[in-house]
């Protein structure tokens, strides 16, 4: 039955991926092509992010109290990918189409910050603790891989046929491939199935139960602040990474291109040996070294303005970018009660989706003032941030205390003794 289920979400998620790569990665240049102005294609990332906030926030209070997840899956599944045909048809409106793309990609934020609540918490019962590591690794591979044909594809249908019908097209076969995905889904088998009793609560209430918890509490509490400390650092650089290679490298688009192709491809290959590490040392290990790697990156590629180096970097990045997604979806489960875990996940993505929302606001007012090169540095500070956090839940010492609390121990006088040494 595992094995089933295995083939099953796989198929739905390769079915899945393949829509988001041909849509997500041209969706700005979606609205460019429609007449958007440079407000209206950041509000292409902007908008989507603060209703995700507001649909993570209610979501749990209408999925919490279903013992069997699936059926909430497929209705707001559904109701997802619907959008997609929506947006195929924006072309031919008579006018405001730009505005009726945004708004359309903005509204499908919902019904699919849904489905992912309840897939999120109906994971928890079709996969024993003991095999998720391994299941997910695998599966995220082959999620990963029609990711990237999806968008390699797109890119070709989008060259290939002339405007506006290229879009229609992608557009389109995003909707059936993501049809067929669903299809797979509905036949997957829930092995238990859990359901809070008792009145629905608002978010607050559900935000303290669950972080007030006696055995999850605290990892769940600190687990949380320290993602969202992350993506206000994804946030934050959100328009420089293009700046910076158009404006100050002058890099050609098939160049850039590439590093999205290497970024996704480290991406794939490496979920396999995030999975082994996992097994042996903890999904926790996993995201630690993880959010290391993401953290000192942005500074790391403001020093050499070389395509190869910048190359490896992007390598680097992606191998980490798949490990940190891994890990989070693993301790999102892990972190939780079983009845609690819709819950979890809505409090958890609802405070990264407000950080993703308001961070590249700030990170545009500093770069409008101190320029990219210092935007980089910032960032780099913010994420740091996610690393102490983190360090909360390890089972070991932040490096250095050990040694600071014996200095203090020692006294002032035998501390600026040792410093004068």
Request: glycine share 10%.
């Amino acid at each position: 039955m595992v094995r089933k289920n295995f083939y099953l979400t796989a198929a739905e998620g390769m079915g899945t991926n393949l829509a988001f790569g041909m849509t997500n990665p041209f969706m700005q240049v979606y609205a460019l092509a429609l007449g958007a102005s440079s407000f209206m294609v950041n509000m292409v990332s902007a908008l989507p992010a603060l209703v995700n906030v507001f649909s993570f926030a209610l979501g749990p209070r209408w999925i919490e109290g279903e013992e069997r997840k699936l059926p909430a899956v497929m209705k707001w599944a559904i109701g997802h990918r619907i959008f997609y045909a929506l947006m195929a048809l924006v072309p031919f409106l008579p006018a405001w189409r730009a505005e009726a793309l945004v708004l359309l990609f903005s509204m499908s934020s919902f019904p699919n910050a849904m489905s992912g609540i309840a897939w999120t918490a109906m994971m928890g019962h079709v996969f024993p603790p003991g095999k998720r590591s391994e299941v997910f690794a695998r599966r995220n591979g082959y999620v990963g891989f029609a990711g990237i044909a999806g968008t390699l594809v797109a890119g070709y249908l989008l060259d290939w046929i002339e405007f506006p019908l290229n879009y229609v097209v992608v557009f389109l076969v995003a909707f059936l491939g993501s049809v067929v995905g669903l299809h797979y889904l509905r036949m997957t088998i829930e092995l238990g199935g859990t359901a809070r009793r008792g009145p629905a609560r608002g978010f607050v209430e559900m935000a303290r139960a669950v972080m007030r918890d006696k055995e999850f509490g605290r990892q769940f509490k600190y687990f949380s602040l320290s993602c969202t400390a992350l993506w206000f650092g994804f946030g934050f650089t959100a328009a420089s990474w293009a700046i910076y290679h158009v404006t100050v490298l002058h890099l050609p688009n098939k160049i850039i291109g590439m590093f999205g192709v290497v970024n996704g491809l480290a991406m794939v290959l490496f979920y396999p040996y995030w999975g082994a590490l996992a097994t042996v040392k903890g999904e926790r290990w996993v995201l630690l070294i993880c959010m290391a790697g993401l953290t000192i990156f942005p500074t790391l590629y403001t020093l050499w303005p070389s395509a190869m180096y910048l190359g490896v970097l992007q390598l680097v990045s992606g191998a980490c970018t798949g490990g940190l997604n891994f890990a989070i979806f693993n301790l999102l489960l892990g972190y939780a009660r079983p009845e609690e875990r819709a819950n979890a996940a809505g409090i958890f993505n609802a405070m990264v989706n407000a950080a993703a929302f308001v961070a590249p606001f700030l990170g545009n007012i500093w770069y409008e003032n101190y320029g990219v090169i210092s935007t980089f540095h910032a960032c780099t500070m913010i994420r740091f941030a996610s690393l102490v956090l983190l360090w909360k839940i390890m089972e070991t010492e932040l490096p250095g205390t050990r040694v600071l609390k014996k200095l203090v121990a020692a006294g002032p006088r035998t501390v600026r003794g040792r410093f004068r040494t």
